[in-house]
């Protein structure tokens, strides 16, 4: 059973704090994402991986930063956080190899709270 | 500009049919049209895809017109499993652009 899995399900913070946001597969994916989803806005790309040590700049990049130094992992860091990225945040991984067939598999989600 | 149009909100019987429809007018000829639902409180969840022709598997059926203008997702038998949000993309790649998507409410 293919599964994608994020560290926390639930995390709060303090508004300055440096927040890290781990997501594994272990489908032997290439690509990986990470989104936000807030009420009314719908899920929105922060930023996606397309193999190791790469990143590429999703629609909404100001306020984070990605790692990805193995290829089952990918860490969404949040430098300073603010109360407004206080959202959930999805992970996502898929094939590269056949884009006639573009199935992301998400994670469950961690909802982050910045106080 | 958003790339699909979907009704906010639809209400289906359970056991009965719950056909979604998607307007995508702008469609390019290599995009595909996927279809993915989010059930509360969990990841967004793949169902179905197709390019020309109508596609059906065990979850779902895909109707494509043939100026593949609009689309509409067939749940043959709905469940109130099936309540969720499901979304409606167009894609030519690896990129997923989520809209608002249709909140489907099966009722007993």
């Known amino acids: 059973d293919v599964k994608v899995t994020q560290s926390s399900r639930y995390l709060v913070k303090r508004t300055g704090e440096k927040v890290f946001l781990e997501c594994v597969q272990d489908m032997d994916h290439e690509n990986m994402f990470w989104y936000r989803q807030d009420p009314g806005l719908g899920l929105r790309l922060i930023y996606f991986s397309y193999d190791v040590k790469m990143k590429e700049k999703g629609d909404i990049p100001e306020g984070y930063s990605v790692s990805r130094e193995k290829k089952e992992r990918f860490s969404l860091i949040l430098e300073s956080a603010s109360t407004n990225q206080t959202s959930m945040y999805l992970c996502?991984?898929?094939?590269?190899?056949?884009?006639?067939?573009?199935?992301?598999?998400f994670g469950p989600g961690t909802r982050l709270t910045v106080l | 500009d958003a790339k699909t149009t979907q009704p906010t909100s639809m209400d289906c019987a359970e056991g009965r049919a719950a056909n979604l429809p998607c307007n995508h007018s702008?469609?390019?000829?290599?995009?595909?049209v996927y279809w993915y639902r989010q059930i509360h409180s969990q990841g967004p969840q793949y169902i179905i895809h197709g390019l020309k022709n109508n596609e059906t598997n065990e979850m779902a059926s895909l109707i494509i017109t043939e100026d593949r203008k609009s689309s509409t997702l067939i749940l043959p038998h709905a469940t109130l499993r099936d309540t969720a949000v499901y979304y409606c993309?167009?894609?030519?790649?690896?990129?997923?652009?989520f809209g608002g998507g249709t909140r489907l409410m099966v009722k007993p």
């Open positions: 702008t469609i390019s000829g290599n995009e595909y």
């Open positions: 996502a991984s898929s094939s590269l190899w056949d884009i006639s067939y573009n199935e992301q598999f």
């Open positions: 993309i167009v894609d030519a790649g690896n990129m997923l652009t």
